[in-house]
């Protein structure tokens, strides 16, 4: 796919250029006057820009939709073919100029607003972390090297070829251009149904347009017999809002995958999607789990605080999974009727002799996110049993309350604990990082802690943590040290865009040579004397 996308490139690029120099040398020969010339240059100019503006904001997106990637495609070649044609059979120089300033024109008005941000598409199906480096190879190397070959080409071959005839050449190359685009858009949507397959299609953050082929794929894949298919193509689906799924995913309800039933239920679960509650309230008693707190949490989204008196039968639910799943929308979905119905429930969940009870009482406090309900946590924290400590850590994560953040710390030296600590602490973000680089830079500090804060800052990610661990290169403990490389590496591999502080990390090798060197030179001395 991506060979036919970089051929199509460098077919292009000798079409534009013999256009645009058609165009230069036969305005040229039209107007002998210098004026003349340059007044013809500036109305063209100004009249393409705006036509251009006006297409790429009002018709693009809609023919994309409409007509899918494939027209798109073929409209610039087709008119450039069009007007190749008119100019070789033009047989006044009054008709070549208009063949080839109608060619010009389109080329500028076209390319820029419905071809180039059509061609952007082509590089939907590749996986998001190759895609970046395909367009890189493409358009950084190879498009600008076909773009120099092509002048060269043009030198060779306006020392023997007119001007007007220059077209057949257009045309030559126009013809290969539309059979590549024909073949692109096969393996696009090959591409495309193998990429959902994978679940290796990244639409979310897009701001390209998201055309009928893709939407046809993704149908494909939703009404067919693969569940993974179809599973991976819900995942998608927020990324097209302007088409109405509620349809398809709807007739997923009914799916022998549990997978796929929870998902399809949580989709259809927005806010007044009322269509869907009734529908969705019959899983409220489903046999399997999942299901069931899907259900709970989609309903209680549609329905708000009038699903009260559904629900709040359900916290008294032998389950602690669908019990905190109730709890806990109806303190977020019920309004103030809803946490008065559910705060005693919460209360005794957490005080629970059964430590289900407890992890579930977490899960609530987890699911609400409300950071000054941090004070049963304290408790949660230092509970005798580890699920319980777990859910509570996790908990903590989604809370990010200052005051537990010292207690998570401590989670760091426990091995049954430190996993989920970690993860933990990062979300609290920026928050966390000035807290952790004191640590970090506290020699005095227990080392089973300090070992672990490298990977909670690269873990949050931003220059800031990365300043804090470069400045922190100089600890002596090489087991932290090498942690603190091991994660600078890692952060700098994934995101392109922090930047290193060149000097430090220059003079932190010279002291690393420099102190190897010593280790050197003081065993080649003194080693036969230690042995």
């Known amino acids: 796919h991506l060979i036919t996308v970089a051929a199509s490139l460098v077919v292009i690029s000798p079409v534009v250029i013999i256009v645009d120099y058609q165009f230069m040398i036969t305005a040229r020969q039209s ?45 610039l070649p087709v008119i450039l073919l069009v007007t190749s044609v008119g100019m070789l059979a033009a047989s006044t120089s009054k008709w070549v100029l208009s063949a080839a300033t109608f060619a010009k024109g389109s080329d500028n008005v076209i390319r820029y607003s419905i071809n180039n941000p059509t061609f952007e598409l082509l590089y939907m199906p590749v996986p998001a972390k190759f895609r970046s480096r395909a367009k890189a190879l493409i358009e950084g190397i190879i498009k600008p090297v076909a773009t120099g070959l092509s002048g060269l080409l043009i030198l060779s071959l306006v020392t023997f070829i007119s001007t007007k005839h220059l077209s057949i050449v257009v045309i030559v190359m126009i013809s290969i251009w539309i059979l590549l685009i024909i073949r692109a858009r096969k393996q696009y949507m090959l591409s495309l149904a193998d990429t959902i397959k994978r679940k290796k299609l990244d639409l979310h953050g897009s701001t390209l347009p998201v055309d009928d082929s893709t939407v046809k794929a993704l149908e494909l894949a ?19 809002p302007d088409k109405n799924w509620d349809s398809i995913v709807g007739s997923l309800l009914y799916s022998k995958s549990i997978g ?57 639910d032998s389950d602690p999974q669908i019990k905190s799943i109730v709890v806990a929308n109806m303190i977020h979905c019920g309004g103030i009727d809803g946490i008065l119905m559910a705060a005693d429930e919460l209360k005794s969940m957490l005080g629970n002799d059964d430590w289900r009870m407890r992890l579930a009482g977490a899960k609530v406090l987890e699911r609400i996110k409300v950071k000054q309900f941090y004070h049963p946590l304290e408790n949660l924290l230092q509970d005798e049993n580890i699920h319980v400590q777990r859910g509570a850590i996790q908990a903590a994560g989604e809370i990010k309350s200052p005051f537990l953040l010292p207690i998570l710390v401590e989670k760091l030296k426990q091995g049954k604990t430190k996993r989920v600590a970690t993860v933990s602490l990062s979300k609290y973000g920026n928050d966390a990082i000035k807290p952790l680089a004191s640590i970090l830079e506290n020699i005095n500090y227990e080392s089973e802690i300090r070992i672990h804060i490298p990977k909670i800052l690269r873990l949050i990610g931003t220059q ?58 003081i065993l080649s001395v003194f080693g036969n004397k230690i042995n």
Request: proline letters at 1%; charged letters at 20%.
């Open 260 to 316: 796929l039933k929870k998902r399809a239920i949580e989709y259809l679960g927005r806010e007044e999607n009322i269509e869907y509650a009734d529908v969705i309230s019959a899983f409220l008693n489903d046999k399997d789990p999942e299901v069931r707190a899907a259900a709970f949490s989609s309903y209680c989204k549609i329905q708000g605080e009038s699903g009260l008196m559904t629900i709040h039968k359900y916290m008294k």
């Open 31 to 75: 107007f002998g006057d210098e004026n003349t010339l340059a007044a013809f240059f500036g109305s063209f100019f100004i009249y393409t820009g705006v036509a251009a503006f006006l297409l790429q904001f009002f018709i693009t997106n809609r023919l994309l939709t409409r007509y899918g990637i494939l027209f798109a495609l073929l409209f």
């Open 464 to 521: 800031e943590c990365l300043n804090v661990l470069i400045n922190s290169l100089n600890i002596k403990n090489n087991r932290i040290r090498n942690n603190i490389i091991s994660e600078v590496s890692h952060m700098v591999l994934s995101n392109r865009q922090l930047k290193l502080n060149i000097e430090k990390i220059k003079n932190h090798i010279e002291a690393e040579t420099k102190n190897y060197y010593q280790q050197i030179i």
């Open 222 to 240: 939703l009404l067919g017999d693969n569940e993974r298919n179809a599973y991976n193509a819900l995942e998608l689906l927020d990324a097209v």
